[in-house]
């Protein structure tokens, strides 16, 4: 089997079930899933109890408060992969990432000298070990997964296990040693379980969100950050959206989506010719699965720089000190940044199209900028972390969205380009997400204000796109 042919099947897998929290303009009776498990599902209760949904009744990730079996088919769908080296491997080669997170913790000694850290999701556990060789009194690294084995190893070998202190579960569920290991409070209104100064996490999913593992942090945050002078690392982090030029790939998908729907043709006129049963019957939703495989799901991508058409737009920005579980949840209409509005000029790229947009993140090691966090330690030396075109290889990438068709570029004018996104949470899957995009375009002149004489105008165009 080829490597592409074994990534569908991967990719087909993970979609079975899948919900659109969003119904797409035009598929409506393309995404109502009729597997049979489905229509068993009447409740809330239901479907969190379904072996195939990965969610709890309320939608949230099943690691905190949730039953045993939800635990298990989160663990299965979502954390086994963690467990294997060959996954940290890649996620270690990553030198962007390497770099950013190296020089937020051993660029700033001072910072973490004497002080009790955390590690939500220490993995193999090197931002552990660099926490401690920074100069931590003590480091919790936390790591649901057997990984946690493979973390204790290295500090053993590093010469570091007397400060790290490796503890696997998940990290909603687990206790730190306060009393054993003398643990205390800023001050006299903190909870007694916000005894540590900093914690740091490599939680960040695709287009920043997907994974959900923000939740987990944020949870960790309010139980065992100490409020007023806890530090966050990465303490902000910005997502960002802009018109794109990937047209190869953009046509290659359409060409293969055709591919398969006439491969489909065929094989339903040979099953009905040769043995003599209409199959017919299945050819929309055959259509479906093809239209969420090649053209409603975004493509993880290494953007060239000169790719991105027009300037960024940041969609979202969270502060880790202070965002919600609702912050986590995606980004709604009204949200500020849900809105964007591109000019994209001919002379920048002529002869050139938009073929649709991309997506990715920022992520700062700063120091605190909340109300709350004034009496915060400072950063020194703060770091920088960006997945964008301009950062070359990083393993996030950008998650591109390409649109149905292209939109040509006219030598003279300017393309402007405006609509909103929302993206939300899989119904079936928590830890997955839908973008919704919606759009339209119009042609001015080049020499013509943003708000001038406008020469087409096109339809407006809305699309869901999965995350896969």
Wanted: charged share 25%; glycine share 8%.
């Amino acid at each position: 089997m080829n490597t592409n042919n074994l990534m569908r099947l991967l990719f087909l897998a993970s979609l079975l079930p899948r919900a659109y929290s969003f119904t797409p303009i035009g598929l409506r009776s393309l995404t109502t899933l009729s597997h049979p498990s489905k229509q068993t599902l009447t409740s809330l209760d239901e479907m969190a109890d379904s072996e195939f949904v990965n969610a709890t009744e309320e939608g949230e990730i099943p690691t905190f408060g949730s039953s045993e079996k939800a635990k298990a088919t989160d663990f299965a769908n979502y954390f086994c992969s963690y467990a294997q080296l060959y996954h940290q491997k890649q996620m270690l080669a990553d030198h962007n990432r390497m770099a950013a997170y190296h020089a937020a913790i051993m660029g700033n000694p001072e910072v973490f000298k004497d002080k009790v850290v955390m590690d939500v999701g220490t993995g193999s556990g090197i931002l552990a070990a660099w926490a401690a060789q920074a100069g931590a009194k003590h480091v919790y690294a936390i790591e649901y997964t057997d990984m946690a084995n493979h973390a204790r190893s290295v500090m053993e070998a590093n010469g570091l296990a007397d400060i790290v202190t490796v503890i696997q579960g998940a990290v909603e569920d687990v206790e730190l040693p306060i009393k054993a290991d003398g643990l205390t409070t800023e001050d006299g209104e903190s909870s007694e379980y916000q005894v540590v100064d900093i914690i740091i996490s490599e939680w960040m999913g695709y287009f920043l969100l997907r994974e959900s593992m923000l939740d987990s942090l944020i949870h960790a945050r309010d139980k065992f950050l100490k409020p007023k002078t806890g530090l966050m690392l990465p303490s902000h982090t910005t997502m960002f959206l802009a018109p794109i030029n990937d047209e190869e790939e953009r046509q290659i998908s359409n060409r293969e989506y055709n591919g398969a729907m006439g491969e489909w043709g065929q094989f339903s006129e040979t099953t009905q010719s040769t043995y003599g049963v209409d199959m017919s019957v299945l050819t929309e939703q055959y259509e479906r699965e093809q239209k969420e495989y090649f053209l409603l799901s975004s493509r993880w991508a290494e953007l060239p720089r000169d790719a991105v058409m027009a300037e960024p737009a940041a969609v979202k920005h969270l502060d880790m000190a202070t965002c919600t579980l609702a912050d986590s949840k995606g980004i709604t209409a009204g949200d500020k940044g849900a809105t964007f509005d591109f000019d994209v000029k001919s002379e920048d790229a002529p002869g050139s199209t938009i073929s649709g947009f991309a997506g990715w993140f920022d992520a700062d090691f700063k120091s605190r900028t909340d109300e709350g966090g004034a009496t915060a330690p400072k950063i020194p030396n703060p770091a920088y972390l960006t997945t964008g075109p301009e950062a070359g290889y990083t393993h996030w990438g950008q998650q591109t969205f390409h649109t149905m068709s292209a939109i040509p570029l006219i030598q003279g004018e300017t393309t402007r380009i405006q609509g909103n996104l929302e993206m939300t949470r899989s119904k079936d899957n928590a830890r997955l997400y839908n973008c919704k995009i919606g759009y339209n375009s119009s042609r001015r002149k080049s020499e013509e204000d943003k708000d001038g004489k406008i020469l087409m105008k096109g339809s407006p165009v809305e699309h869901v796109y999965q995350i896969p």
